[in-house]
């Protein structure tokens, strides 16, 4: 007790408080410095149609961005004045339990696309697909969008998205993906597909 | 060391009472919550009762059986070693308020300890003018009519629960 | 001087014991964790709210259902088809079922949609016999490690009854299809 006491008697208080801004300029130094530096744009890969981008959640290839009347899984039209908007994509779950899920694995971000109106897996038009671990499943992504917001053979950009999991030991939530962002980029063009039993 | 403990006995005596009392104290009034989340405030109501509860006067108009091996029960298809309860209950809002009670319908056996869901798909036809849901559209006094598939012999004893949103924790326990 | 130490020795001891008691402290997944209910094909498992009894498992490369809307399943991997009869015991609730391997879980296969066993409420005391499909790559059913199949009345499994049956798939042979028959009450 003695010695500590006698230690705070030798350094005076002005010379505490400059060890104290020493050692927090030398712990924020470790960490890259107080002043903020602009993050540089960072140059995502661009992917050929079709070949698969593997992430930690989700292996991803995209096939087709069409556009069309009556999508999968659905015999009714869309809302007046919109059309379907439909991403076809062959999805592996990477990661070690099923989900339904799927939604953000691809984005189209030059769009500004509403909430995602389905999903569907193509084999058999089963509804919100569950993608199993380890297995592939051809999917389409269906958005209700403006007709002509998106024209026919107009350039499409898919970006890939890839979320960070976060570890929870809850029996009930469990683990969780969160804030997806885009990992790599495909160009498309979009198709006008024509609706089954159209004249054309 | 002992001189200690003997010193302070009753100290120890009192932890090992109290510690225990403190517990149960705490947990006695959530306990009484979660018992009454789990079976409700019920309302007995006896054959032949007229009971005001939720807006309108209730009372059990007809109940019966019908068991899987009877011709009825045959012809509606009922499945191996079941029986069908069909209940039917008065409802006869009193006009307060120009609505009726909407609530959910239930059938617990005997004990208590089983409960089922109204049926659905099953070919029976109910009378004319009945509702086989608390319609809260009918001002009128109009005949609710349910149906519960339930294994053979679970009806014997069986009572309607009938809960609405309002008079929570209360319900209604209708003898069959 | 020696009280000074014997006062530091237990303050130590009691740090040491509240940071062990930390980190062996069961945590929620642990503390919740459901009590399974061990069952092999053929036996009977009654839990607080599902009672289950396996009759077979079997593996397809296709399946069909032929009931309101016909259906036909084709997949990359394999399906395991697990017929069974199950009810509630308390009270009405929609049951679930998923597969573990190797680290993996796969739940049951919501394509076959009404015509699966796990596609529609159960009732108390009234048996459901029907038919469960899970859908996995071929590896799951290629070693001889057994698969875990866990039945509960419901997807929350937190401190209910889960019936589990383990079974090593690699002995059965796989058919090239199979009709599933739409869950059946009653018996």
New interface residues.
Partial sequence: MGLVARLLDTVSTRHWILLAGAVLLAITGLFGGLATVEKEPVVLPVLPIGEEHVGAQFGVAVHSVELMDVAPAYTFEADEGNEYLVVSITLTNNF???TTDIDEAISLEGLKLPKIDRTV?L??S?P???A?????IDVALVWQVPRGSVADKETVQVSIMEASLQTE????FGDYWYDPVPVAHVDLTAHRVPAVGDSE | MTAWLRKNRWYFVAIAVLGPLAVLAAMSTDWFGYEQRVNGRPILVAEGDNVDFAGAEWSLDNSFVVSAESQAGRSADLPKNTELVVASVRINPSGVGDVSPSCTIHLKDRDGQRTWDTALGIDVTIDEGASSFCDSTRLDSYLLQVLFLVPEGAGEGSRLIIETAEEAPELLSIAL | MIRVLVRVVIAVAMLVLASLIFTLAPNDEQTQAPVEIPISIGETGTGRNIEVTVHNIRLAEVVEADGYTPWTGTTPGVWIVVDATMSNVVNSTLPSGFLTFDGLTYFASTRPDSESLVGARLTPGIPTTGTVLFEVPLDVIQTSEPVKITFAASSDLRLDSAIVLSERLDELEIEPAILLEGPETGG
């Fill in positions: 070690v339990v099923s897996l084999s058999d089963t919100l697909p569950q199993h671990p380890g297995l592939p030991p809850d029996l009930l």
